[in-house]
């Protein structure tokens, strides 16, 4: 597959480059800051703002997915609100096969799943982040491109764990406490995403195996 990841710098993005690449994608890594990007084969580095339509668009000429994995400063509370219609908008024009979006567990949809302290970790530190999320995901269902959402629980450095669960948000009730995922296993997860266009529409949760109940 042809993969783009948007913010490649990242925590995420940089190990869903990894990850992508070590599985023998053509990955291109589209970011602000290019020189922040390790050359390496099979990786194309192309310079561009996440809100750039037409540098995005050329950059994702022929891609089979773009994963975009950017947040907003904690100030700004319509950076993705500016910025995915945007990214929706190239992918159209570059005729690329379906968009993966990171988001997080605690916005949108996922909210009310949450437990109490989750909640108030969540409002108290991320809230607008959290809220400039939930508004900007809201124009992808009438969007008409294909689309998976993956909400993460609390991240974590660390190796891949042997197993997770990744379930349909409307399959989960509660996911309680504040349980944590290395980053390496959301890559995955992502990649796997980026060639599964049977979860075209879906809302997903990537949590522990035990860090979720169902509904």
Sequence with gaps: MKIVVIGATGNVGSHVLDEALA????VVAFARRPEAVAARSGLTIAKGDAGDTAALAAAASGADAVIVAINGALKDATFLQRTLPNIVEA???????RLVLVSAFGSGDSSPKASGPARLFYRGLLGTIFDDKAASETILPGSGIDYTILY????KKGPALPDVAVMPLAQVGKVPGLPRVPYANVAKTLVKLAGDPSQSGAELLITTPQGWKAA
């Design 152 to 155: 993460p629980v609390l991240l």
């Design 91 to 97: 992918i159209r024009r570059a005729k690329a096969g």
């Design 23 to 26: 599985q023998g994608h053509e």
